[in-house]
């Protein structure tokens, strides 16, 4: 039972234009919401969060949007750069809890 | 301050010898999270730990894994008689409090069993 889902495996994208990373959840206990980026042979690093009590947060080029009667969050990035171009796992777990359950991750390349 | 470390980068092992995966948490973390990324797949959460103690272990297998946090030194995830499908990644994250929202993660170490 995949609790986090992100159902596009790979994207592809132009340098310049905006990126959307989609990811969906089912446990309705889930109020904090993580995306995390990963370069091949790394570890994951954090990039972004959001509590539910927002639907939305930004940081610089990143912008994590949360639909909680959906339960659906995105990932926008723009412009998007070719540095970019990493695994992005979206990941979420109870307020204050001490386990995330993570999606299997999306692909994303960006072309120059 | 360096991050969190995790030893070695790159294991290999045939069926049926044991594995010892190694992490040392980032100074002043006390909280070590263990994950399992099998090929094409996301990360599973595997095993919370405390200094000396388990805290959550529902994502480990209940045969052949045991994971330890010593009062001193690294944490260590064990898999005794490796199979091939434990062939996989796994990651180390450690974290000041309990909270896995604020947890780093390691370089990882890749398993592959032959």
């Known amino acids: 039972d995949q609790q986090v889902k992100q159902n596009s495996p790979s994207l592809s994208v132009q340098e310049g234009r905006i990126s959307i990373l989609n990811c969906d959840y089912t446990n309705s206990m889930f109020d904090y919401f993580l995306w995390y980026k990963k370069y091949p042979a790394e570890g994951p690093t954090f990039l972004i969060s959001i509590s539910s009590i927002k639907d939305k947060n930004e940081d610089g080029r990143f912008t994590v949007f949360l639909n909680k009667s959906a339960k659906h969050l995105s990932l926008h990035i723009v412009p998007s750069q070719p540095g970019d171009s990493a695994v992005y796992f979206c990941a979420s777990g109870p307020d204050a809890g001490n386990m995330l359950t993570f999606g299997g991750g999306t692909r994303l390349m960006v072309k120059p | 301050n360096a991050g969190v470390m995790q030893n070695p980068r790159h294991l290999v092992r045939r069926r049926g010898q044991e594995a010892r995966l190694r992490c040392s948490p980032m100074k002043g973390h006390s909280h070590v999270y263990w994950y399992r990324q099998l090929p094409e797949e996301g990360l599973k959460f595997m095993v919370y730990?405390?200094?000396?103690?388990?805290?959550?272990e529902s994502g480990m297998p209940k045969e052949r894994f045991s994971a330890e946090f010593p009062k001193e030194g690294p944490s260590i995830l064990r898999i005794q008689q490796v199979v091939r499908g434990d062939s996989a990644a796994y990651f180390c994250?450690?974290?000041?409090?309990?909270?896995?929202?604020?947890?780093?993660f390691g370089q990882g170490t890749r398993l592959t069993v032959v």
């Open positions: 730990l405390q200094k000396e103690n388990i805290i959550d």
């Open positions: 994250a450690s974290s000041p409090q309990g909270l896995n929202t604020e947890a780093f």
